[in-house]
Protein backbone atom coordinates (compact mmCIF):
# COMPACT_ATOMS: atom_id res chain seq x y z
CA UNK A 1 0.00 0.00 0.00
CA UNK A 2 2.49 2.04 0.94
CA UNK A 3 5.42 1.93 -1.83
CA UNK A 4 4.11 3.23 -4.71
CA UNK A 5 2.63 6.23 -3.46
CA UNK A 6 5.61 7.56 -1.95
CA UNK A 7 7.62 7.02 -4.42
CA UNK A 8 5.36 9.45 -6.63
CA UNK A 9 5.80 11.83 -4.10
CA UNK A 10 9.97 11.78 -3.78
CA UNK A 11 11.33 14.95 -2.43
CA UNK A 12 7.70 17.16 -2.36
CA UNK A 13 7.01 15.19 0.98
CA UNK A 14 9.57 17.60 2.36
CA UNK A 15 6.61 20.56 2.09
CA UNK A 16 4.66 18.62 5.07
CA UNK A 17 6.95 19.96 6.97
CA UNK A 18 5.58 23.74 6.27
CA UNK A 19 2.37 22.85 7.12
CA UNK A 20 1.05 24.24 10.67
CA UNK A 21 0.12 20.82 11.81
CA UNK A 22 3.69 19.22 11.26
CA UNK A 23 5.92 22.47 11.79
CA UNK A 24 4.28 23.64 15.33
CA UNK A 25 2.47 20.40 16.37
CA UNK A 26 4.47 16.89 15.18
CA UNK A 27 7.80 17.93 14.75
CA UNK A 28 8.01 19.83 18.18
CA UNK A 29 6.20 16.90 20.01
CA UNK A 30 8.53 14.31 18.76
CA UNK A 31 11.73 15.98 19.40
CA UNK A 32 10.79 16.76 22.76
CA UNK A 33 9.23 12.82 22.96
CA UNK A 34 12.54 11.69 21.66
CA UNK A 35 14.27 14.20 24.08
CA UNK A 36 18.50 14.44 24.32
CA UNK A 37 20.36 12.30 21.90
CA UNK A 38 23.84 13.27 21.66
CA UNK A 39 26.33 10.83 21.41
CA UNK A 40 23.32 8.27 20.62
CA UNK A 41 23.51 5.79 17.66
CA UNK A 42 19.88 6.57 16.14
CA UNK A 43 18.16 4.37 13.25
CA UNK A 44 15.00 6.21 11.50
CA UNK A 45 12.86 3.55 10.03
CA UNK A 46 10.38 4.57 7.49
CA UNK A 47 12.67 7.75 7.21
CA UNK A 48 11.00 9.23 3.71
CA UNK A 49 13.48 12.14 2.49
CA UNK A 50 15.15 11.94 6.19
CA UNK A 51 14.37 14.99 8.01
CA UNK A 52 14.68 13.41 11.50
CA UNK A 53 17.91 11.50 10.60
CA UNK A 54 18.84 15.32 9.81
CA UNK A 55 17.21 16.74 12.23
CA UNK A 56 18.77 14.27 14.96
CA UNK A 57 22.42 14.04 13.38
CA UNK A 58 22.37 18.00 13.89
CA UNK A 59 21.04 17.68 17.52
CA UNK A 60 24.78 15.52 18.03
CA UNK A 61 23.30 11.75 17.78
CA UNK A 62 26.85 9.84 16.81
CA UNK A 63 25.61 8.07 13.90
CA UNK A 64 22.25 7.71 12.16
CA UNK A 65 20.63 5.41 9.51
CA UNK A 66 17.70 5.81 7.25
CA UNK A 67 15.26 3.49 6.29
CA UNK A 68 12.99 3.54 3.71
CA UNK A 69 10.89 1.17 1.85
CA UNK A 70 10.76 4.02 -0.89
CA UNK A 71 13.79 3.80 -3.78
CA UNK A 72 12.72 7.59 -4.65
CA UNK A 73 12.17 8.99 -0.59
CA UNK A 74 15.99 7.64 -0.16
CA UNK A 75 16.92 8.63 -3.64
CA UNK A 76 15.45 12.09 -2.64
CA UNK A 77 17.50 11.84 1.07
CA UNK A 78 20.54 10.77 0.08
CA UNK A 79 20.67 14.49 -2.82
CA UNK A 80 19.64 16.89 0.18
CA UNK A 81 22.56 15.03 2.12
CA UNK A 82 24.81 15.22 -1.19
CA UNK A 83 23.74 18.98 -1.04
CA UNK A 84 24.38 19.23 2.56
CA UNK A 85 26.68 16.93 4.18
CA UNK A 86 25.77 15.50 7.68
CA UNK A 87 27.17 11.95 7.99
CA UNK A 88 23.42 10.39 7.34
CA UNK A 89 23.45 7.08 5.73
CA UNK A 90 20.76 5.85 4.09
CA UNK A 91 19.72 2.82 2.71
CA UNK A 92 16.57 0.94 1.29
CA UNK A 93 14.54 -1.29 3.12
CA UNK A 94 11.36 -3.31 4.11
CA UNK A 95 10.68 -3.02 7.99
CA UNK A 96 8.47 -6.03 7.74
CA UNK A 97 11.62 -7.85 6.41
CA UNK A 98 14.98 -5.92 7.87
CA UNK A 99 17.88 -7.78 7.45
CA UNK A 100 20.07 -8.13 10.69
CA UNK A 101 22.54 -5.26 11.11
CA UNK A 102 25.94 -5.85 12.11
CA UNK A 103 25.27 -3.42 15.12
CA UNK A 104 22.59 -2.61 17.31
CA UNK A 105 21.45 1.22 17.77
CA UNK A 106 20.14 3.02 21.15
CA UNK A 107 17.14 4.38 19.67
CA UNK A 108 14.88 3.93 16.87
CA UNK A 109 12.54 5.94 15.32
CA UNK A 110 8.91 5.31 13.55
CA UNK A 111 7.23 8.45 12.39
CA UNK A 112 4.13 6.87 9.87
CA UNK A 113 5.84 3.23 10.16
CA UNK A 114 3.99 1.00 11.55
CA UNK A 115 0.70 1.81 10.72
CA UNK A 116 1.60 0.59 7.31
CA UNK A 117 1.44 -2.83 8.44
CA UNK A 118 -0.74 -5.30 6.33
CA UNK A 119 -2.11 -7.38 9.60
CA UNK A 120 -1.64 -8.06 12.63
CA UNK A 121 1.43 -10.61 12.17
CA UNK A 122 3.43 -7.94 9.90
CA UNK A 123 3.01 -5.15 12.54
CA UNK A 124 4.46 -8.00 15.57
CA UNK A 125 6.95 -8.75 12.48
CA UNK A 126 7.70 -5.28 12.42
CA UNK A 127 8.60 -4.49 15.94
CA UNK A 128 10.48 -8.23 16.44
CA UNK A 129 12.71 -6.42 13.76
CA UNK A 130 13.00 -2.73 15.07
CA UNK A 131 13.59 -5.21 18.61
CA UNK A 132 16.23 -7.03 17.14
CA UNK A 133 18.23 -3.27 16.37
CA UNK A 134 18.10 -2.03 19.63
CA UNK A 135 20.41 -2.35 22.49
CA UNK A 136 19.29 -4.20 25.66
CA UNK A 137 16.91 -0.67 26.92
CA UNK A 138 17.46 1.06 23.77
CA UNK A 139 14.26 2.98 22.96
CA UNK A 140 11.67 2.68 20.63
CA UNK A 141 9.59 6.08 19.63
CA UNK A 142 6.81 6.20 17.00
CA UNK A 143 4.41 8.68 15.86
CA UNK A 144 0.99 7.85 13.78
CA UNK A 145 -2.27 8.41 12.83
CA UNK A 146 -4.40 8.24 16.59
CA UNK A 147 -6.18 5.11 17.35
CA UNK A 148 -9.43 6.29 18.12
CA UNK A 149 -9.63 10.04 16.17
CA UNK A 150 -13.40 10.82 15.53
CA UNK A 151 -13.31 11.80 11.56
CA UNK A 152 -16.91 13.57 12.35
CA UNK A 153 -15.11 16.90 14.59
CA UNK A 154 -14.30 19.64 13.25
CA UNK A 155 -12.26 19.97 9.75
CA UNK A 156 -8.32 19.97 10.04
CA UNK A 157 -8.00 22.55 6.79
CA UNK A 158 -6.48 25.39 8.55
CA UNK A 159 -3.83 23.20 9.92
CA UNK A 160 -2.89 22.41 6.61
CA UNK A 161 -4.71 18.39 6.22
CA UNK A 162 -7.93 16.57 5.71
CA UNK A 163 -8.08 12.96 7.39
CA UNK A 164 -10.99 11.38 5.76
CA UNK A 165 -12.00 7.50 6.06
CA UNK A 166 -12.12 5.98 3.19
CA UNK A 167 -15.06 3.36 4.49
CA UNK A 168 -12.20 0.06 4.28
CA UNK A 169 -11.47 -1.81 7.47
CA UNK A 170 -8.76 -4.24 7.78
CA UNK A 171 -7.07 -6.66 10.13
CA UNK A 172 -5.20 -3.17 12.51
CA UNK A 173 -8.21 -0.68 11.80
CA UNK A 174 -9.74 1.57 9.56
CA UNK A 175 -8.07 3.25 6.23
CA UNK A 176 -7.56 6.53 6.75
CA UNK A 177 -6.96 9.01 3.66
CA UNK A 178 -4.77 12.17 4.45
CA UNK A 179 -4.66 15.08 2.32
CA UNK A 180 -1.56 17.13 2.98
CA UNK A 181 -3.21 21.05 1.37
CA UNK A 182 -0.27 21.96 -0.28
CA UNK A 183 0.03 24.58 -3.21
CA UNK A 184 -0.73 24.47 -5.69
CA UNK A 185 -1.39 20.76 -5.57
CA UNK A 186 -2.37 18.67 -2.35
CA UNK A 187 -1.16 15.45 -1.98
CA UNK A 188 -3.21 12.82 -0.61
CA UNK A 189 -1.85 9.48 1.12
CA UNK A 190 -3.65 6.29 2.24
CA UNK A 191 -2.83 4.52 5.22
CA UNK A 192 -4.64 2.74 8.51
CA UNK A 193 -4.88 3.92 11.73
CA UNK A 194 -4.90 0.54 13.87
CA UNK A 195 -6.59 -0.29 16.74
CA UNK A 196 -4.83 1.00 20.42
CA UNK A 197 -4.51 -2.31 21.52
CA UNK A 198 -2.83 -3.56 18.46
CA UNK A 199 -0.20 -1.39 18.75
CA UNK A 200 0.60 -2.45 22.51
CA UNK A 201 -0.17 -6.37 21.49
CA UNK A 202 2.39 -6.42 18.99
CA UNK A 203 5.14 -4.41 20.80
CA UNK A 204 4.52 -6.45 23.98
CA UNK A 205 4.83 -9.33 21.94
CA UNK A 206 8.21 -8.39 20.78
CA UNK A 207 9.59 -7.62 23.71
CA UNK A 208 9.39 -3.95 24.01
CA UNK A 209 8.33 -2.48 27.77
CA UNK A 210 6.93 0.12 29.39
CA UNK A 211 4.37 0.84 26.57
CA UNK A 212 3.24 4.44 26.85
CA UNK A 213 1.54 7.11 25.02
CA UNK A 214 2.31 10.49 24.40
CA UNK A 215 0.01 13.28 23.27
CA UNK A 216 0.44 15.72 21.02
CA UNK A 217 1.14 19.05 21.82
CA UNK A 218 1.73 22.47 20.02
CA UNK A 219 4.83 24.61 20.29
CA UNK A 220 5.24 27.74 21.61
CA UNK A 221 6.22 29.31 18.59
CA UNK A 222 3.13 28.03 17.14
CA UNK A 223 1.03 29.75 19.66
CA UNK A 224 2.73 33.55 19.15
CA UNK A 225 2.44 33.37 15.01
CA UNK A 226 -1.49 32.09 15.48
CA UNK A 227 -2.85 32.72 18.63
CA UNK A 228 -4.09 30.12 21.35
CA UNK A 229 -7.59 30.11 19.86
CA UNK A 230 -6.43 28.82 16.58
CA UNK A 231 -4.93 26.04 18.15
CA UNK A 232 -8.05 24.58 20.49
CA UNK A 233 -9.94 22.67 17.47
CA UNK A 234 -6.66 20.31 16.53
CA UNK A 235 -6.02 20.57 20.52
CA UNK A 236 -9.82 18.85 21.30
CA UNK A 237 -9.14 16.58 18.47
CA UNK A 238 -5.33 15.97 17.97
CA UNK A 239 -5.13 13.57 14.82
CA UNK A 240 -1.73 12.19 15.75
CA UNK A 241 -0.14 10.39 18.77
CA UNK A 242 2.81 8.84 20.14
CA UNK A 243 3.92 6.55 22.05
CA UNK A 244 7.26 5.37 23.22
CA UNK A 245 8.32 2.06 24.40
CA UNK A 246 11.81 0.42 25.75
CA UNK A 247 13.12 -2.74 24.47
Known sequence: MGVQQYDEIGEAFEGFKSLPLIRHGEVPSFLGMVGEVRGKSVLDLACGTGFYSREFKRRGATDVLGVDISVEMIAAAREIEQRDPLGVLYEVGDVAGLRPADRRFDIALGVQCLNYAEDVAAMERMCRNIHRSLVPGGEFFVLAQKPDYRFDCVSLDQYGFRCEPTGEETETGPRVRVTALLDPQP?????????????????????????????????????????????????????????RCRS
Open 187 to 243: ISIVTTAPRREVYEECLRAAGFREVEWVPLGVSEAGVREFGEDFWADLLAHPPLEML
